[in-house]
């Protein structure tokens, strides 16, 4: 069956990256081997560990009522709490009964081809530092607040577990059509700026973009200014999106069982033969096959943006 991941895939050993494929350059520190994990995490500091308990406190003043409901199970779960950053081993032990996952230490950004690989392996590779007092608000880098505290209470939810493994065993795939953008794409609007409809009127966000930041929990599920469109993975795989503001449009899905069919259940040869090369629709187009939540003012783009200091909502 033609599926999201090549089913005749091992998966067990490190991939080599295609000569083709193009992938951002990125040299590895020497004390990393190929797999590019820590030797060992970082011992935070009380000054650190503070960092952290400030991050989480300000996440939990908005996160209620806005954070998908397996996202805050998660949470109460795992020890992720206000003891400063959590300690990786402790982490995976908890993770490891529940759904099989750890977490391991990475330095920075690491190659799509390694990062494939450990989440193949139920592996989620996480930042091995934290960030300052300075770059509270923002951080272009994710560090171990946006990695651990976002990402890794939704690894205990089993079919979302199911779902990011799935998706590093697609790169192999993705990366043998040369199409690492438009699977890049599907993390973006899903893994990372993902909306669950939870109830009637009820939108929440299990996206770790935003779920580890305060503005976007409150923008994303509640502001007029974005889209809220159902996923649809052929649509949002040909979609723009942006770096370094907020999102013009988020992608909603019904459950995580939706997620997992709409994406590990089809046709990807043939969804990657007719791709084109670049996106095809800009971040905030709305096109008529959408099935349309909520169709954006788009004011806060209108306004300027991040650039321009208008506020979000
Ligand atoms: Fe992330």
């Not at 300052?132 to 994710?142: A, G, L």
């Not at 013009?248 to 899905?253: E, G, H, L, M």
């Not at 996106?279 to 991040?306: M, P, S, W």
Request: aromatic share 12%.
């Amino acid at each position: 069956m033609a599926t999201l991941a090549d089913q005749d895939q091992d998966f067990s050993v490190l991939p080599d990256l295609p000569a083709d494929v193009f992938t951002a350059p990125l040299r590895k520190p020497a004390h990393v081997g190929e797999d590019w994990i820590e030797p060992a995490q970082t011992r935070y500091g009380t000054a650190e560990d503070a960092i952290w308990n400030d991050l989480y406190e300000r996440q939990m003043d908005v996160l209620p009522g806005r954070a998908a409901s397996a996202f805050m199970a998660g949470l109460q779960k795992l020890p992720l709490g206000q003891r400063g950053v959590p300690d990786f081993n402790e982490l995976s032990e908890e993770l490891g009964y529940l759904t099989g996952w750890s977490v391991v230490p990475v330095p920075m950004l690491i190659p799509d081809h390694v990062f494939f690989w450990h989440l193949a392996n139920r592996r989620f590779p996480a930042g091995n530092f934290i960030r300052t007092r300075e770059t509270f608000d923002y951080i272009q880098e994710p560090d171990v607040f946006h990695d651990v505290f976002g990402h890794v209470p939704m690894l205990a939810d089993p079919v979302y577990a199911d779902y990011m493994q799935e998706y590093g065993r697609a790169g192999w795939k993705a990366m043998r059509y040369n199409r690492l953008k438009a699977l890049g794409a599907l993390y973006w609007y899903t893994v990372e700026f993902g909306l669950i409809l939870e109830g009637p009127d009820d939108v929440r966000a299990y996206g770790a973009g935003i779920l580890s930041g305060p503005t976007e929990a409150v923008f994303s599920t509640e502001a007029k200014s974005p889209n809220r469109i159902m996923l649809n993975v052929d649509r949002v795989m040909r979609t723009d999106y942006v770096i370094s503001d907020l999102q013009p449009t988020y992608f909603v899905i019904e459950s995580f069982e939706d997620l997992y069919h709409q994406t590990v259940e089809r046709d990807f040869d043939r969804l990657y033969r007719n791709l084109p090369p670049a996106f095809t629709y800009a971040n905030a187009a709305v096109i008529d096959v959408d099935d349309v939540l909520h169709r954006g003012t788009q004011e806060y783009l209108l306004r300027g943006g991040r650039g321009s200091g208008a506020k979000p909502i």
